[in-house]
């Protein structure tokens, strides 16, 4: 028995280098994770949980290669639970009962089971609710990973049983930690020159997982001499940037471009704007929500902001890609330097409250048309007053129902073209009340 057990040491031994050098590097406790200083050391949620008598189920969310694994096995680890590794995209139902039923008898020896689901938001509503009864007694101590948003992609029965702790990208300081980490136990440092070095970090995107595995690469390589940032891009492929064009990411990167246009900053509207196109967005999606933006955040206050949207539409319809994403770029500046007013939206979403809660009333009758005799003797057309015909173009009649007080919806900014636009209603106003007057005292007399 002892000679066996040297030989499976000695296998050990040897295989050891053969290991992915991310897996080599996994931290033995807390203290060695790398990054989440929000949430890990002494009253950081982490280890407030971990220092709790009764462990809630938890949901890692954050992007790849951050670390969730390691802080799942490192929970189960410190408080001496049996821990369990799953990934959605290959387990299924009869898997999952399986466990379910070893968990349930550890738990009936006093023994906890810490099941780590990873990419969790691949089980559909049915497999997650699976998970509820036993999360709720106890009898497992879940675990999910995801990269997905939990608001959209973890059901709200799950999701109010357990905590959700948020993970960030890891920054070029943490990144560094991690390289001379991998320098220590490669035992040699990394063979590139200072340039290429920060080039290597920043192409890792903050995912400490590519960082390790492009250096395991580069080391497989044995350079001569050290490389510049020139070579190792030969050697070396980019990480492709995160981005799902039905994802997080998605939504995250249109919502910073079209705010940042809304926020009148036309070079980081360019940044985000760039982003998306490299990530490979439909330009044609852009394009619409460019026109969204038009008429929503700029409106009236500068009318031609719909127009330039429009023709750069038709432009890259016509000229392509690449050539056709410039006028994509010079819509963005036009529009994050136009003058902002959602007025006409505002007045819209109002009208619509209104209408909504308004029932089926009638225009007045002087308003209707009146085609026929009958329509005539119910009064339809009576009284109306033929705007062009008077004296300022103008009647100053009533064009609401008659059940329905006036109302004011729309309500111009004073900026831009909405300027003017503030100035003619002033003027239709007064010149409302002052025809009423007019008309109130010929009655009278």
Not at 410 to 418: A, I, N, Q
């Amino acid at each position: 028995m002892t000679n066996l057990l040297n030989q499976i040491e000695n296998q050990a031994e040897l295989s050891a280098p053969l290991r992915p050098l991310a897996d080599r590097l996994r931290p033995d406790n807390m203290a060695e994770v790398i990054g989440h200083e929000d949430l890990i050391g002494d009253g950081k949620p982490i280890n407030n949980l971990i220092a709790s008598t009764n462990l809630p189920s938890i949901i890692l969310w954050g992007p790849p290669g951050v670390g969730k694994t390691t802080i799942a096995r490192l929970i189960a680890q410190k408080k001496d639970y049996h821990f369990v590794q799953i990934s959605a995209v290959f387990s299924n139902t009869s898997e999952l009962r399986k466990i379910f039923a070893k968990a349930r008898a550890h738990w009936k020896d006093g023994k906890g089971t810490v099941l780590f689901v990873d990419e969790i938001h691949r089980f559909n509503k049915s497999q997650q609710d699976g998970f509820l009864p036993y999360v709720e007694d106890g009898t497992i101590k879940l675990i999910g990973s995801t990269t997905e948003n939990v608001s959209f992609e973890i059901n709200p029965a799950l999701l109010s049983r357990v905590r959700v702790l948020s993970l960030s990208r890891l920054n070029q300081n943490d990144l560094e930690k991690l390289a001379l980490r991998a320098e220590k136990c490669l035992e040699a440092p990394l063979p590139l020159t200072k340039e290429a070095r920060q080039w290597l970090l920043v192409m890792a995107d903050g995912d400490g997982r590519s960082l390790l595995n492009n250096i395991e690469q580069l080391c497989a390589l044995k350079p001569d001499k050290d490389l510049d940032a020139n070579a190792l891009s030969s050697f070396l492929t980019q990480r492709a940037t995160s981005y799902d064009k039905t994802g997080d990411w998605h939504y995250n990167l249109i919502s910073a471009l079209h705010k940042s246009v809304r926020g009148s900053d036309p070079d980081a509207a360019l940044y985000w704007l760039a982003r998306m196109i490299h990530a490979g967005e439909d330009p044609h999606y852009l394009l619409r929500r460019i026109t969204r933006m038009a008429v929503e955040d700029i409106g009236l206050a500068d009318p031609d902001a719909l127009e330039l949207a429009i023709n750069s539409w038709v432009a890259f319809d016509r000229l392509g890609s690449p050539e056709g994403e410039l006028a994509i770029a010079q819509a963005i500046i036009y529009l994050a330097l136009a003058p902002k007013s959602n007025a006409s939206y505002v007045a819209y979403k109002a009208a619509i409250r209104d209408a909504k809660v308004s029932g089926s009333l009638q225009p007045p009758k002087h308003i209707l048309n009146a085609p026929t005799k009958l329509m005539k003797d119910f009064g339809f057309g009576k009284g109306y007053k033929y705007d062009h015909d008077l004296p300022h173009g103008f009647s100053g009649q009533n064009y609401f129902p008659e059940r329905l007080n006036r109302v004011k919806y729309y309500k111009p900014m004073k900026k831009g073209f909405e300027h003017t636009l503030a100035k003619r209603l002033k003027y239709f106003e007064d010149l409302r009340v002052q025809l009423y007057k007019e008309t109130t005292q010929e009655t009278k007399q």
